[in-house]
Each structure stands twice: as C-alpha cells, then as structure tokens.
C-alpha cells in the first residue's frame, strides 16, 4: 500500500523553464511534507518542507505548493538549471502508532537539458 | 557533507552472512533513522532511535536488528542474509524526533 506516490518515474524540461514535479498521499495523517534530491552514489539532500498548516512554501528558486483537499503537492523549481538533474523525492510523517515516520514516494528523476 | 557518517562504504558478502553497517550521526543529532533502498526503488523506512531507545519500526526483517549506543552512533546488523538484501543502506539524522533528516553517503551492500 503506497500512501506517498509519485507517479510521473521521469521528467525532461529545458534550462530555464520551470519544472514542476507532483506528489499524493492517501493518509490524511499526514501533516508534514519534504522534498528532497539525490544524485547518484550520494545520499538524499533535504530541499524544502511544508506544514499542513500552510498551503505554499518558498526558498530561492524552489516552492512547494500543498493542497490537502486533493492529497496533492508539487515541487516548482523556476529557473531550472542543469545541476538541478537528479531523482526528487517526496516524504510525508504525520504521528502514527505513537511514532512519526518519514514515508517516501519512488522519486521523479528530473533532466535538465542545457 | 550532510555531517552524517557511513562505514563501509562498499560491502560484498556471500549468502548466509552477517555483517554490520555504522553510523555516526551529525553532532547534536539524537535520532537516528535506517533505510534501506532495493534497486530502482524508493526508500524504506526501517527503524528509527531517539536517544538510544527505539521509537519507531518500519518493514525491517526480523533478519535485521539495530541499536544506538550512548555515544548516539548507531548499528545495523543484518544476518542470515538473502541475495535480495543487496541494497543501498541509508542512515539519517535529526535533531529531535520530527524534523529534517540529514542523510548519509550510503553503505551499498552486495551479497553474492
């Protein structure tokens, strides 16, 4: 049972377009979301993060939009840059079973062409 | 650099073994988390302490275990393993029990 789904494996859009990568949850739980970005023999990098509380999150050229009526966000990267080419991933938590887990989607591996 | 810490980085290993994967966490951090990450998949949440104590499981086999000691690093110790436990071990970092996790470089285990 997937509760954080990233349906689109693969995204191409060129040097300084805007690339938007979208995410669902199923678990209305949830009440805490992050992206983050990996490149390959590295670790995943913390980008950006939204509480339930909000519905739009900033910083530089990243935004993460929530819309908790849909289950949806999106990750908009404006301009899109080459070194921004990597696998995007997106987390939900929310407190379940006592605890709070960071349930991650598949990722969205995201090329940038120059 | 995350300032999260992985040894090995590379691990091969035959059917049957047990091996153990180490992890120091950024300095402050008290949780520490594990993942694991099968080929072309997402990343599996498999346990979580805070402070040395458990406080959350996820889909870890009873195979695996795992502590954290009062220095707050943490071990993985994966046993009888399967060839389809060949992954890419992660361990993360927070300060506290629910905020931005740091990641690590990885330990990429290989068992043949």
């Known amino acids: 049972d997937q509760q954080v789904k990233q349906n689109s494996p693969s995204l191409s859009v060129q040097e300084g377009r805007i690339s938007i990568l979208n995410c669902d949850y199923t678990n209305s739980m949830f009440d805490y979301f992050l992206w983050y970005k990996k490149y390959p023999a590295e670790g995943p990098t913390f980008l950006i993060s939204i509480s339930s509380i909000k519905d739009k999150n900033e910083d530089g050229r990243f935004t993460v939009f929530l819309n908790k009526s849909a289950k949806h966000l999106s990750l908009h990267i404006v301009p899109s840059q080459p070194g921004d080419s990597a696998v995007y991933f997106c987390a939900a938590s929310g407190r379940m079973d006592s605890s709070y887990k960071l349930i991650f989607g598949s990722g969205t591996r995201l090329l940038v062409r120059p | 650099d995350s300032g999260v810490t992985q040894t090995p980085k590379h691990l091969i290993t035959a059917t049957g073994q047990r091996v153990t994967l180490r992890c120091s966490p950024r300095?402050?951090?008290?949780?520490v988390y594990w993942y694991q990450q099968s080929l072309d998949q997402g990343l599996q949440f498999l346990i979580q302490y805070y402070n040395g104590e458990e406080r959350a499981k996820g889909n870890i086999l009873e195979r695996f275990s795992a502590q954290q000691f009062p220095d707050l690093h943490s071990e993985l110790n994966l046993s009888s393993l399967e060839l389809g436990d060949s992954a890419l071990y992660f361990c993360?970092?927070?300060?506290?029990?629910?905020?931005?996790?740091?990641f690590g470089p990885g330990t990429r285990l290989t068992v043949t």
């Open positions: 300095s402050g951090d008290l949780s």
């Open positions: 993360a970092s927070s300060p506290h029990l629910r905020d931005e996790q740091y």
